[in-house]
């Protein structure tokens, strides 16, 4: 294929240390083995390199990333560099005094999730106690002028509570507020039997959506991401597999996405070992999936190939144990039956056989051992 462009979006996963326990955390199971993360100077090289790629846009991420005592120069360098900053976080370590160091730092823009619109449902899905917490960090947020982003992912245990969450994020004051269904990865493949919503419960809350937007008449932006089970049309991989997106892990693994490394047979480099450009362009685990080379039926024949890309390669992976088939999303898939079976029970389930499985570092050790 063509020369790709350059990585116009670096997601920095500073750490896999995180305070909550979230039952559908995208952080790979074995994330406890992760302990060696990059140090200050490696993260300011690794800035310098992508900004020199072309990358413009920094998403700060986790884990929880304020666990980083560097946080601040982080983001000082990332200004000065000419970044537009981002900072994911669930608000844990948000104080007064640290708002303002990065805001003086130069952060542009803070997104702050919670778990649902109530203490008891956003303690329970977290598996700690900060309903009150973000609540109060929503107000620095508000305080230091950067816009009131909120992010809610959303599943079959909190999906019908749609209405209050947006209720919460108006009375919060976000001017954005996005509703992310699930994306079953990592432990929230693990828990897809309790998390995975019915038909029924996701007409109701698009319905309850759209309601809100005619009511707020643009005071406040909505996004519904659309869950691919139910959906049956497949989404490009993070807009194209080594196209746009440059994830650096805590430990220094360059990755096209943030859950690639569970692919088997795929090489991806350390920044520790390589700079970002041979990276990018010569490495074989980002040229492994770009465009459409690697493709076999049903996809290589398709129509929609070039729009596609054949979906999510992680996907393909988690369902189908093959991560060159075509994502089980798609009705073309030789496995698309395996969504339907499950998207059949959830409709159909009375009671969830298996518990939650929350995220947690001796959860996390005992699934690597």
């Not at 108006?170 to 995975?196: C, D, I, K, P, V």
Request: aromatic fraction near 8%.
């Amino acid at each position: 294929m063509a020369r790709p462009g350059p990585p116009l979006w670096l997601l920095a996963e500073l750490t896999y240390r995180c305070p909550l326990h979230c039952v559908f955390c995208f952080n790979p199971l074995d994330f406890a083995r992760t302990e060696d993360e990059l140090g200050t100077a490696d993260w300011l090289r690794v800035l310098r390199e992508a900004r020199a790629l072309g990358a413009v846009q920094l998403g700060l991420s986790g884990g929880e990333p304020l666990l980083r005592d560097d946080l601040e120069e982080i983001v000082a360098e990332a200004h000065r560099l000419g970044f537009y900053s981002n900072l994911l976080t669930s608000g844990v370590g948000l104080t007064a005094e640290r708002a303002r160091a990065l805001k003086q730092a130069g952060l542009d823009h803070v997104q702050l999730s919670f778990q649902d619109s109530t203490r008891e449902m956003n303690d329970f899905l977290s598996h700690t106690k900060t309903f009150e917490l973000k609540s109060r960090v929503a107000t620095l947020i508000k305080e230091q002028g950067w816009p009131m982003v909120m992010n809610v992912v959303i599943h079959r245990l909190n999906i019908d509570h749609v209405d209050r969450i947006i209720a919460m994020a108006h009375e919060l004051g976000a001017e954005y507020l996005e509703l992310a269904n699930t994306q079953y990865y990592s432990w929230a493949f693990l828990n897809r039997s309790q998390l995975l919503p019915t038909h029924d419960q996701l007409r109701r809350a698009e319905a309850c959506t759209d309601a809100w937007r005619a009511r707020l008449a643009g005071s406040m932006r909505i996004f519904f991401v659309a869950p691919d089970y139910h959906e049956g049309q497949v989404k490009r991989c993070v807009n194209g597999w080594g196209t746009t997106l440059l994830n650096v892990a805590p430990d220094g693994v360059a990755l096209p996405c943030h859950t690639a490394r569970m692919l088997p047979g795929a090489a991806f480099p350390n920044v520790r070992d390589h700079d970002l450009r041979e990276i990018w362009y010569d490495s074989e685990g980002f040229g492994r999936y770009r465009g459409t080379g690697w493709m076999k039926a049903p996809c290589a024949t398709c129509e929609f190939r070039e729009q596609d890309l054949g979906g999510c390669r992680c996907q393909a992976w988690l369902v189908a144990r093959d991560a060159e088939t075509a994502d089980p999303v798609c009705p073309k898939s030789p496995h698309h039956d395996r969504i339907l079976q499950a998207v059949a029970a959830a409709d159909t389930a009375s009671a969830v056989e298996h518990p939650l499985v929350f995220r947690d570092r001796r959860e996390s050790l005992q699934r690597s051992a």
